[in-house]
């Protein structure tokens, strides 16, 4: 069984920093894309930023600048640093990743992690 764990996730003052942390664990697990989205209340989730295996990267333009996506292979971990937070940030924050499980290919969510930024 594979499981994304998120961690992280707070109460900051605007201007403030956050990391987020997601582990998947699991065995036989081979990792392609991981991501974290973000979703606020009556809105569709959005993607804030994706890294593939072979380390590029991808951002949302609100969070260009002041977030970075990183990912630690040998822990099959991703990390969210969160810099410079605005009230509009606020969210509950979902990792994803999509993973190959003996030979099957198949995306993965974590429970979501809350985000709350304060003005």
């Known amino acids: 069984q594979v499981q994304l764990v998120e961690s992280g996730g707070g109460l900051v003052q605007a201007g403030g920093s956050l990391r987020l942390s997601c582990v998947a664990s699991?065995?036989?697990?081979?990792?392609?894309?991981m991501a974290w989205y973000r979703q606020t209340p009556g809105k569709q989730r959005e993607l804030v930023a994706r890294?593939?295996?072979?380390?590029?990267?991808e951002y949302d333009d609100s969070v260009k600048g002041r977030f970075t996506v990183s990912r630690d292979n040998a822990k099959n971990t991703v990390y969210l640093q969160m810099n410079s937070l605005k009230s509009e940030d606020t969210a509950v924050y979902f990792c994803?990743?999509?993973?190959?499980?003996?030979?099957?290919?198949?995306?993965?969510w974590g429970l979501g992690t809350q985000v709350a930024v304060s003005s």
């Open positions: 890294i593939r295996s072979g380390g590029s990267t």
């Open positions: 994803y990743a999509r993973i190959v499980r003996f030979s099957y290919e198949r995306d993965y």
């Open positions: 699991g065995n036989n697990l081979r990792i392609n894309d």
